[in-house]
């Protein structure tokens, strides 16, 4: 089945956002224009402070005085000069003035480069991706659900993709991600049985509120609390991966199946960290 997705070549999450600092719900992805900012902002701090290199020497003696001081603007200078001499709007840009500038004793474009993104707000539910044992891929999937970026049916619908919108693993109720995480009959059956492998004896809930219970535990720094985020990210992957086995396979599982499948996975991922060792002992069986 082609949904034309590829073919729209539309962003899940704008570039912006993933620029972003992880805690503030990017992926840490180098903005190129900013880092392009502060390298020049280099090339002018040598201008001024480096008077002993070669280059910069060169660059005073063929221009005079005429490139000595901040709000200089060598008309006749080359292009690249004069683009490294407009850099000081970007001193400006990240809060610096010519004072500052010169009391800078080393100049770090990586510094530089944080101070001109400035600060960002965290996310509440950073801790939940932050140190996630899952699979990068495991990962990715929940990034998307939790900026409810998934291209469930619901959405797909709204861009007019599809018409049919009716959820491919309980076959009743229309396919959102408050529906597939975990309101469904199927997932939240699934999830039940994976929250009670852990000694969690609550019922699945819907997404919003599984967010906010997930957010208050994580807070805890215990074994308890790491595995619990690598079996929700797993557990999203998972339930993400039958649906479109479903939609674009024809196959399907029982949830017994998807659940081993889960439980396989993350003892996969818990086995190579050490301290997680005796609580998957524990938890070495299928729950049902
Ligand atoms: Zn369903």
Wanted: aromatic share 14%.
């Amino acid at each position: 089945m082609d949904w034309g997705i590829e073919e729209s070549r539309k962003a899940l999450v704008a570039w912006e956002t993933l620029c972003k600092p992880k805690a503030a719900g990017g992926l840490n992805l180098l903005n190129v224009e900013a880092w392009n900012k502060a390298s020049i902002c280099k090339l002018m701090w040598n201008f001024n402070k480096k008077k002993d290199r070669l280059w910069v020497q060169w660059v005073h003696v063929y221009y005079k005085k005429q490139i000595a001081g901040w709000s200089i603007e060598a008309k006749q200078a080359s292009w690249i000069i004069q683009k490294i001499l407009k850099a000081r709007q970007y001193f400006e840009e990240a809060r610096y003035n010519e004072a500052d500038m010169e009391k800078m004793e080393s100049f770090s474009v990586k510094k530089f480069y944080t101070k001109l993104r400035g600060s960002f707000e965290q996310v509440t539910w950073r801790k939940l991706m932050q140190s996630n044992l899952g699979a990068p891929k495991w990962k990715f999937i929940v990034y998307l659900a939790v900026q409810r970026k998934l291209m469930t049916k619901d959405r797909l619908r709204g861009l007019r993709y599809v018409e049919e919108v009716t959820c491919e693993l309980c076959n009743k109720e229309e396919e959102s991600i408050d529906h597939l995480f975990f309101s469904c009959s199927y997932t939240s059956q699934v999830w039940t049985v994976l929250l009670q492998w852990q000694g969690i004896y609550k019922k699945a809930i819907q997404w919003n509120e599984e967010l906010n219970w997930t957010i208050k535990y994580c807070k805890r720094r215990s074994i308890k609390a790491e595995l619990y985020r690598l079996i929700l990210a797993g557990a999203v992957y998972h339930v993400w991966q039958e649906r479109n086995n479903r939609i674009f396979r024809g196959v399907k599982q029982s949830i017994q199946e998807l659940v081993r499948d889960i439980v396989q996975a993350v003892h996969g991922r818990g086995r190579c960290v050490q301290r997680l060792h005796t609580r998957l002992d524990e938890m070495n069986y299928y729950p049902t």
